[in-house]
């Protein structure tokens, strides 16, 4: 690019003449008022005495006209030719408002040092603030791109600029402050071919870049040479300090980045990269637009948003930081916030509330010891001999029955000839629409798990149902020997095996010939509606997909889902409920989305943008890859009451064990109970409390739709909704509480 020109009014020049004789050349002389200011400046005394000054000024001419004094610039960009003292007065002159903030000695040593910027959108509001501050007298700058009108939002400069390099307009910027400046550029970027150039004999550098794996290779190189490293994030005001020069070995980004380094990053896709960034820049820390905006970048936004005003704050908080390192007056590594909603706070804003992130952190400890895995097998033979043994196999049994969210709502005790499973109230889901009415779902799952137990024992057992006040009893009551189904043994390791599987296949395939005539004889009375259809599923998946949105956004919904997870295997041992991350077969994007979802002081922010949507993506792309569709629902007499939800909760078993029998995965789903709480709220909401009004208006979208596809029948209730696919085995299933904890009475 054309630097700018620098003449020496003291010696004759053809050029110079030429540009002043030019009309198109806007010519701007102000040396007369420099050179007042730069005496006032030298001998603040004679600021009232103008014969001093006078004097003063023609003994600093030293014998100079006046028009041989000093220099003259072109700005060739601008055709400006503008008129300055000598370089040393004229850098005197413009820093001088900076005493005694910053000495002479300091502005001199600070003169000379030379910094490397990489990245120019917080890098121009970096570059221009430590240019006007005569922090540093070498400028290398490094950027690929160009001025954009999306860029404007953060970046000063004029649309005149629009399509130069941005290296190029910082380079300006620079030089229109101090045109005696060094400044070298690459508007390359930072590449593997010119990292020796970029950084040789740089004292810091800034690095602002997007790239992660830029980010990690300047700081390779950076520790290498013993350069301290700043960067600002414009977010939240972190500033992270890297004092390679006084710490050879400190790990890079302070440990958060161990075990990757710039060549492997490279390797990793967009989505791949997004756990490295949160590791970078933790959730918790980000505020909660920025939050909002992470899940829904390249669904409703195309970037990282950025303000002009956290830009500018980058600008200043980076230029204090560098200046005082290069004075010696800040020795420290680590990460600082300068977070203005935290300083500046107004009387009605409301306190931040603490970071809520997954329960985690636990040591397993006994309870790991105690808990129940499922696949491991049971037989009445290890529980003795006589009744007891037999009651216990079959409560053994019933408690490896499924449960919304893994909560097993229950406790068993026994009779001289049956089994008693208690409804556990405390356990129920808040998520669920008619109160405690889903937890019968699992109830009725457990007793179906019973009989077939007690079938293996040569019994053929009957269910029912006992009501004590608010106390719930299902009991499965053991008849005399005989009379058991053919295939007793097989049925009950069939529904021992039963899983559920969130992994995506990978690809489509038909269901096996016979399926789904199968599971709808395992449905029995209840109705089976299958979806195979691609477009039914692509229209099935956004309509999941919304209801998905407003489960994660809703605060209830939410602060039910939080609860349900556990962070590791060691979480889901400590307790022996709810659902390991591992069994949500997330891609690691997903879970460092989920790992920004789990706060719930974001939520406001998603809400207030009407945020979230790309929360849908992830249920678009499961239905996408799925088999199958499935939609149980029950005409099982007078809905809502406990029997119908128990006798559609042994049905559920029936469906899904016949599905893992078949080699199908299930992945259950709970937008038919939303729906159903929906509809419900309208007509009963002394009895279900209705959902937020804003999400309750996301969700009535998707449920017209879902009702468009499967009407609602009178008495018919959501038993299960599931998608079906060919995968591969899941890699956790949920563990069940330890046998203590639900086994009483003796049993």
Avoid at 74 to 81: C, D, K, Q, V
Avoid at 233 to 257: K, N, Q
Avoid at 348 to 358: I, S, Y
Wanted: charged share 25%.
């Amino acid at each position: 690019m054309k630097k700018p020109v620098v003449f020496n009014a003291s010696v004759q020049s053809d050029e110079l003449d030429a540009l002043r004789s030019d009309p198109t050349v806007t010519f701007v002389d102000t040396l007369d008022e420099q050179l007042h200011d730069w005496v006032t400046a030298l001998f603040p005394r004679l600021k009232n005495d103008e014969p001093g000054r006078l004097e003063a000024i023609d003994r600093l001419l030293g014998g100079l006209l006046r028009t041989e004094f000093g220099s003259y610039v072109y700005f060739p960009w601008s055709r400006h030719l503008v008129r300055l003292l000598p370089e040393a007065a004229f850098r005197e002159l413009r820093c001088d408002r900076n005493r005694n903030k910053i000495t002479r000695r300091e502005q001199t040593l600070l003169a000379s040092k030379k910094v490397a910027i990489a990245g120019l959108s917080v890098g121009l509001a970096v570059a221009t603030t430590l240019a006007q501050e005569g922090v540093g007298g070498h400028f290398v700058l490094a950027d690929f791109d160009t001025l954009a009108v999306s860029n404007l939002n953060r970046l000063q400069a004029p649309l005149a600029w629009l399509g130069l390099p941005k290296t190029t307009i910082a380079a300006r910027k620079i030089w229109e402050i101090d045109p005696f400046a060094t400044v070298t550029l690459l508007p390359e970027g930072v590449t593997d071919a010119n990292i020796e150039h970029f950084l040789d004999g740089v004292d810091l550098l800034v690095e602002e870049c997007d790239s992660l794996g830029l980010k990690l290779r300047l700081r390779e190189a950076a520790r290498e040479r013993r350069i301290p490293v700043v960067m600002e994030t414009s977010d939240a005001g972190m500033l992270d300090v890297e004092r390679f020069d006084l710490e050879p070995e400190r790990p890079i980004f302070h440990g958060r980045t161990d075990g990757v380094d710039s060549k492997t990053l490279d390797r990793l896709t967009s989505k791949e990269k997004v756990p490295l960034f949160l590791r970078i820049v933790p959730p918790e820390r980000m505020t909660s637009r920025m939050a909002a905006s992470l899940i829904d970048i390249d669904t409703t936004i195309s970037s990282w948003p950025q303000l002009a005003s956290a830009v500018v704050l980058g600008g200043a908080v980076v230029t204090d930081t560098v200046r005082r390192i290069f004075l010696n007056e800040f020795q420290t590594s680590g990460r600082f916030y300068v977070d203005l909603r935290k300083i500046v706070a107004a009387e009605n804003d409301v306190a931040e509330e603490p970071p809520t992130p997954l329960p985690g952190g636990r040591e397993p400890g006994a309870l790991a010891r105690a808990v129940v895995d499922p696949a491991t097998p049971i037989s009445v033979k290890s529980q003795g001999e006589g009744r007891k043994a037999e009651l216990r196999f079959l409560a053994e049994a019933a408690h490896r029955a499924p449960s919304a969210g893994n909560a097993q709502p229950w406790w068993f005790t026994a009779e001289s000839d049956a089994l008693c499973i208690h409804h556990d109230r405390s356990r129920d889901a808040r998520m669920a629409p008619y109160g405690r009415f889903p937890s019968f779902l699992a109830l009725g799952a457990a007793a179906e798990n019973a009989v077939l137990a007690a079938a293996t024992l040569g019994y053929r057992a009957t269910v029912s149902l006992e009501k004590t006040g608010d106390h719930a009893v299902v009991r499965v009551s053991l008849g005399a020997r005989g009379d058991v189904p053919p295939g007793a043994a097989a049925a009950f390791e069939k529904a021992l095996a039963r899983t559920t599987n969130r992994r995506r296949s990978l690809m489509r395939t038909p269901l096996p010939d016979g399926a789904q005539a199968a599971l709808v004889e395992a449905a029995g009375p209840a109705s089976l509606h299958v979806f195979t259809d691609p477009s039914a599923l692509a229209t099935l998946g956004s309509i999941l997909g919304r209801v998905d949105r407003g489960r994660w956004i809703e605060e209830s919904l939410h602060e039910e889902i939080v609860k349900e997870l556990r962070r590791d295997r060691n979480d889901a041992l400590a307790t022996g409920d709810g659902l390991e991350l591992a069994s949500l077969e997330l891609s690691a994007a997903d879970a460092a989305g989920l790992a920004v979802l789990v706060h719930r002081r974001h939520l406001d922010a998603i809400r207030a943008v009407d945020g979230g949507l790309g929360l849908a993506a992830a249920s678009t792309d499961d239905l996408a890859a799925s088999d199958a569709f499935a939609v149980l629902e029950g005409d099982l007499g007078d809905e809502n009451t406990p029997e119908t939800w128990l006798n559609g909760g042994r049905i559920v078993a029936r469906v899904w064990t016949a599905a893992n029998a078949l080699g199908l995965s299930v992945h259950p789903h709970a937008a038919p109970f939303l729906f159903r709480r929906q509809e419900d709220s309208r007509t009963a909401a002394d009895r279900v409390p209705a959902l937020e009004a804003v999400v309750d208006g996301w969700l009535d979208d998707a449920r017209r739709d879902f009702r468009q596809i499967i009407p609602r029948t009178p008495n018919v209730i959501p038993l299960l909704a599931f998608r079906l696919t060919a995968a591969t085995a899941a890699t956790a299933r949920a563990f069940r509480r330890p046998l203590g904890d639900v086994l009483r009475d003796g049993l």
